[in-house]
């Protein structure tokens, strides 16, 4: 009969629950350190070329004009999302 070890159950339950906080914190910590933009409003304009072509998506628009809103100040500019939980 094998004998029965009261310390290898505490043993393994102590490594279970550190392996489960380790797994639960990788994820969190990847989604707390992801840069995000604070509310800010930009106008853009579509600009074509003379034979009615687009000369830029909307995302490079979309972006040229929140870089000049944080150039001019009247935006700020992204930060890691857990200092924004900490405001």
Do not use: F, N
């Amino acid at each position: 009969m094998i004998p029965r070890r009261v310390g290898s159950a505490r043993r393994l339950l102590v490594v279970g629950c550190t392996v489960v906080v380790v797994l639960a914190a990788v994820p969190v910590g990847w989604y707390a350190t992801q840069s995000v933009g604070p509310e800010c409003v930009v106008g853009i304009s579509k600009i074509t070329d003379a034979e009615g072509g687009r000369v830029g998506s909307d995302k490079e628009l979309i972006d040229r004009a929140y870089q000049q809103a944080i150039d001019s100040g009247h935006c700020d500019p992204p930060r890691a999302r857990w200092k924004q939980w900490l405001d």
